[in-house]
């Protein structure tokens, strides 16, 4: 190969690893938008949190993967997993899960920890505990690790015709879950499902298991 | 070959004049310095610093931990010494002077055979000793506390060894205790003057447990049993984290673990065992290794029927407790 183009590879694969890096590094920055619960929020009042839990998003970059949704205190549907909370203050959590269940590869994220009272509600009833292997089993759980915090989220059953498009109303088949927590101080804590819900990625861990927006998030406590 | 007393002198020995000495016998100073401040500095380092040498002295793996680096550190030290001595004494004695003479060196060291003899005998003596002083560490019963494999070489002597069974997974480190009915907890908590065999697996990918203090770490494989002894001789928390790059979390998979009085154990973990009764019992029966399904999110996690109770793992005086199943 004549000399000229070895250098003309040379710099062309050079310009293509320097934009790839470029991309990557934009890709990392960036990140979904944060919902603040702490404007307008009165001192002792607790924050509601609403959210959506839903099989396929149905659009942007990865359609087929799950995903959380933010309810804003404006009512609106906000694709994030990112919330700005005070400190010190209880949360009262609502999530609407409308995806199917399966049995729970660790029955022992299957029970309800480090809410307020040591448990949650499923359309209304308390539980602490629920057996995965029976019924539709879980779909995803909400889980705080550093908190002590889980909950795991009922699931539907798989062969009902379940929302596949964010965001999902409750005219689709839906499980309702409450519980409260309190924030502790001020801090960034991360959140994430422990279901292993990105199908077709290695057990289950890739895709939407590995990033923000989907199903990793991030719980910013302010003072 | 030259004369190690002049070596380094700023004066040639030819050009001295006849009969009369070297000006300074810079080898036997170098020396003598040598000698007299890691005399003086090995001992304080061991006694002054040595015990605060991590990890600690939490178990007795990690207290041999801490002799071993304090073994190697007082090695150390004394080449430190060697070379940062010769270094100041160089500059110190050596240095060109503003407007004075242009110093002059002393015989090269290559070719010197008493250097090059002494620089190989030295070092050689040095890494050999540290081979079998770090291998003699390696091999003493219950091993040095990282993880053996399924089947340990080096089993502890004590008769009673609490079996903890740590499991790793995207992103947290769950533990069960099969002699306490097979709970599954986030909490570690451990009892004091007690042997623990460590059974690490993991129900996903390589994770590695790492209990800093405790001495001890072994990687987390799925499917496999990786056992990794310790014997408790303190009081107080210690750290677990995951030191296998494991995925997006990695970084906030740690937990806080406690050594606590056998007696405070025995209530610990008798009131867990019945506050997690209702999700024990939901568990699959205890077993060293799970075999997750690879695919998604369906399957549980499965005992694949290798014999959940050794020989050896027998805590406490209660052997009614030791049959303990989740499932």
Request: a negative charge; glycine letters at 12%; one cysteine or more.
């Amino acid at each position: 190969m004549p000399t000229k183009w070895r250098a003309t590879t040379a710099v062309g694969l050079f310009l293509l690893a320097v934009v790839g890096i470029i991309f990557a590094i934009m890709g990392l920055l960036s990140e979904p938008p944060t919902v603040n619960f702490t404007t307008n929020h009165a001192a002792g009042q607790p924050v509601d949190i609403t959210l959506e839990t839903l099989g396929t998003y149905g659009s942007g970059p990865h359609p087929t993967w799950v995903s959380y949704l933010t309810k804003s205190p404006e009512g609106q549907w906000v694709h994030t997993t990112l919330w700005t909370v005070p400190a010190h203050t209880r949360v009262n959590m609502t999530i609407y899960q409308y995806d199917s269940g399966s049995p729970l590869r660790n029955q022992q994220i299957g029970q309800v920890t480090g809410t307020v009272g040591g448990q949650a509600t499923l359309n209304g009833k308390p539980f602490k505990v629920i057996d995965s292997n029976a019924g539709n089993g879980f779909a995803h759980t909400f889980s705080i690790p550093t908190l002590g915090i889980n909950v795991p989220l009922y699931g539907n059953n798989a062969n009902a015709n379940l929302c596949g498009a964010a965001p999902c109303t409750t005219k689709s088949p839906h499980q309702v879950i409450k519980f409260s927590f309190t924030t502790p101080g001020p801090g960034q804590y991360p959140w994430q499902c422990f279901v292993p819900c990105g199908l077709g990625y290695l057990y289950g861990n890739g895709g939407p298991m590995q990033t923000i927006g989907y199903m990793d998030g991030f719980l910013k406590v302010s003072s | 070959m030259s004369d190690p007393a002049t070596a380094g002198s700023t004066t040639p020995a030819a050009e001295l004049p006849t009969g009369s000495q070297p000006e300074v016998h810079h080898w036997w100073r170098l020396i003598a310095i040598w000698v007299i401040l890691s005399a003086i500095l090995d001992p304080l380092f061991y006694f002054l610093a040595g015990p605060h040498i991590p990890p600690g002295r939490m178990t007795t793996t990690a207290g041999g931990a801490q002799f071993d680096f304090n073994v190697l550190l007082v090695i150390a030290l004394p080449v430190m010494l060697g070379v940062w001595i010769f270094m100041i004494y160089a500059v110190v004695m050596w240095r060109a002077s503003r407007g004075g003479p242009e110093p002059q060196g002393g015989p090269a060291a290559r070719g010197n055979l008493a250097v090059q003899a002494g620089w190989i005998l030295t070092t050689t003596v040095i890494v050999l000793f540290l081979a079998g002083f770090g291998t003699y560490e390696l091999v003493q019963p219950g091993g040095a506390g990282g993880g053996q494999g399924s089947s340990p070489i080096w089993t502890p002597t004590s008769k009673t060894v609490l079996p903890v069974q740590v499991i790793g997974q995207q992103w947290k480190f769950t533990y069960r205790y099969p002699t306490f009915g097979g709970f599954e907890t986030t909490q570690l908590v451990i009892p004091n003057d007690a042997t623990i065999a460590f059974h690490v697996t993991s129900l996903d990918v390589v994770h590695d447990f790492w209990a800093y203090q405790l001495g001890v770490k072994a990687d987390a494989d799925p499917s496999y049993d990786n056992v990794a002894y310790t014997t408790t001789s303190q009081l107080g928390s210690f750290t677990v984290r995951c030191d296998e790059l494991c995925g997006i979390w990695h970084g906030a998979m740690y937990n806080t673990g406690e050594v606590v009085t056998p007696a405070q154990f025995e209530s610990w973990a008798t009131a867990t065992e019945s506050r997690l009764a209702a999700n024990t019992k939901l568990l699959p029966s205890f077993s060293y290794t799970y075999v997750p399904d690879a695919n998604g999110a369906d399957g549980g996690y499965y005992p694949d029927n290798v014999d959940p109770y050794s020989k050896v793992e027998t805590y406490g005086a209660t052997p009614t407790k030791s049959g303990g199943s989740g499932g």
